[in-house]
């Protein structure tokens, strides 16, 4: 008969497993096996064997993984974990750090590879992340491709400290993840507040401070660190503001091209600039794209920003002639709003004109998504009729819309510009060199000339230049610059190349 009372087992199985769990129990299960099978032998060693398991499921510990028995609770919300936080660091007078780490182009890798190899990624990350920090920190994913970091309180955590963790989760994040048979190239910009650093009086203002940082970063990416200064808030602007004011910033010149130069991996000589917009507000200095572009195409003004780009970038064309700069082309991205234009040949016609230059001078760039999807003869008729005028035609960001072979021959496709997802760590990784050299091979073998995009290391650009790559651009390279600065960046890359050999190519 059993007289024991149901709290009575209870208790007696929790003592069972605090005895049968946790690390003391690594130090006496060798000695109990070994002990049992010297006193009794092989029928004591079996009996121990099996009836530890059977003790082990009678305590539930097959069935509960916490102590005592009881689910872990959930995490509070995230306003409260950040009070709560600060309050700590406050008391005890230690440091406070939040940290956001946003994945770059995580919506074309979720469009690429799929929804439940993005879900991958990201848990992959949120690991490698963890790996970098301390016990007591926190690692949560509010968002899609965007994760929180909330540290501990920490006894020393100032600005360089904290950017010497930003990097270390930085490099785990960036390391290539293997998913179905291939690689996986991820890149990762990172905003962070400190306590020490800002006014905050709460968690939520901490949040905002990095959210503030992370836009920033992002807008200087990709791979970008930015601590938060009260100085950021002014330049953060809310899209109704921009809204207001995009339209009168396009007409008024506030938004125009700035430069980033393009150069031939055999010589080093400039073969190029691409043009890119950028707005420079007159109280909150330069907007990101990322801003901005969106807004005018809400608007409906990307044809109307076409246009301008187009006219200063030929009229920087000119400059560039009358100051003896040896500059060939200079390329504007085309969107698809000018390329269903029917009257857009006539326009570049007259503005070549205008400007009396070559259409050789000017590179039509335009995007593979636009290529890959687009069904509307006016798109072809355009490109088709560019490349007759005597533009170049650029397919941009190859290898992220599924472009056919048939739609690079139907759009007359002169170059390809290989994404910079290819790009990375091309001089590491054998996968990320094997898939540059098959496009490679495929660009020889349909006579299509080549450029990389996003090259940010001498080592990319040599592995580049070795596996046949024929032009590069990148941060590597230079930063985006206006106007103004080209002259000076152009003068002294010339001038290095004066005493530098030739960077030969593979002809394996």
């Not at 000018?338 to 016609?349: A, Q, V």
């Amino acid at each position: 008969m059993n007289d024991q009372s149901p709290p009575a087992m209870d208790r007696l199985r929790r003592k069972l497993r605090q005895a049968l769990t946790g690390p003391h129990i690594l130090a006496f299960l060798p000695a109990v096996v070994l002990g049992s099978f010297w006193i009794g032998g092989e029928a004591w060693l079996l009996a121990v064997s099996l009836g530890l398991p059977v003790l082990y499921a009678f305590a539930g510990g097959f069935s509960q993984w916490q102590p005592d028995g009881e689910n872990r609770p959930p995490l509070p919300p995230l306003d409260q974990i950040l009070d709560t936080r600060l309050e700590e660091s406050v008391q005890k007078g230690m440091g406070f750090g939040c940290f956001l780490i946003a994945l770059d182009d995580f919506e074309e890798l979720r469009e690429r590879h799929g929804v439940s190899a993005a879900r991958r990624v990201v848990a992959r990350v949120t690991d490698r992340i963890g790996s970098a920090l301390r016990q007591g920190d926190l690692v949560l994913t509010p968002d899609d491709g965007v994760f929180v970091v909330i540290l501990a309180p920490v006894r020393h955590l100032d600005l360089e400290a904290a950017i010497q963790l930003s990097r270390r989760m930085q490099y785990a994040v960036e390391e290539p993840i293997s998913m179905d048979a291939t690689s996986v190239f991820i890149s990762c910009s990172i905003g962070f507040c400190l306590s020490q650093q800002s006014v905050s009086t709460t968690g939520l203002q901490m949040l905002d401070g990095a959210t503030t940082a992370l836009s920033e970063a992002r807008a200087n990416g990709p791979s970008a660190i930015r601590a938060f200064t009260e100085g950021m808030k002014a330049a953060n602007i809310s899209r109704t503001a921009l809204s207001d004011e995009v339209s009168l910033a396009l007409e008024s010149g506030q938004i125009h091209p700035w430069y980033q130069p393009q150069i031939s991996t055999d010589t080093g000589h400039i073969t190029g600039f691409e043009a890119l917009a950028r707005w420079i507000h007159p109280s909150r200095g330069v907007v990101p794209p990322a801003d901005f572009l969106p807004v005018l195409e809400r608007a409906g003004l990307m044809e109307r920003l076409g246009e301008v780009m187009l006219a200063r970038a030929l009229d920087a064309l000119r400059d560039w002639d009358q100051a003896g700069a040896i500059v060939p082309r200079v390329g504007v991205n085309f969107t698809p709003e000018e390329l269903r234009n029917p009257k857009l040949l006539e326009k570049i016609t007259w503005e070549l004109d205008r400007y009396d230059l070559s259409a050789d001078r000017l590179s039509v760039e335009v995007l593979e998504t636009v290529v890959a999807a687009s069904p509307d003869d006016v798109v072809a008729r355009n490109i088709n009729g560019l490349s007759k005028l005597g533009c170049a035609i650029d397919l941009d960001d190859f290898g992220t819309g599924h472009a056919s072979i048939s739609s690079i021959r139907r759009f007359a496709i002169q170059r390809i510009k290989i994404d910079r997802s290819f790009v990375m760590k091309v001089d590491r990784d054998p996968d990320q060199q094997r898939m540059v050299a098959a496009i490679l091979t495929m660009a020889e073998r349909l006579n299509l000339e080549t450029l990389a995009e996003g090259v940010e290391t001498v080592g990319e650009h040599a592995m580049l230049a070795q596996l046949g790559c024929g032009h590069v651009q990148g941060f590597g390279i230079a930063r985006p610059m206006p106007f103004e600065q080209t002259l000076d960046w152009i003068r002294a890359h010339e001038a290095k190349l004066q005493n530098t050999p030739c960077i030969g190519r593979s002809t394996g």
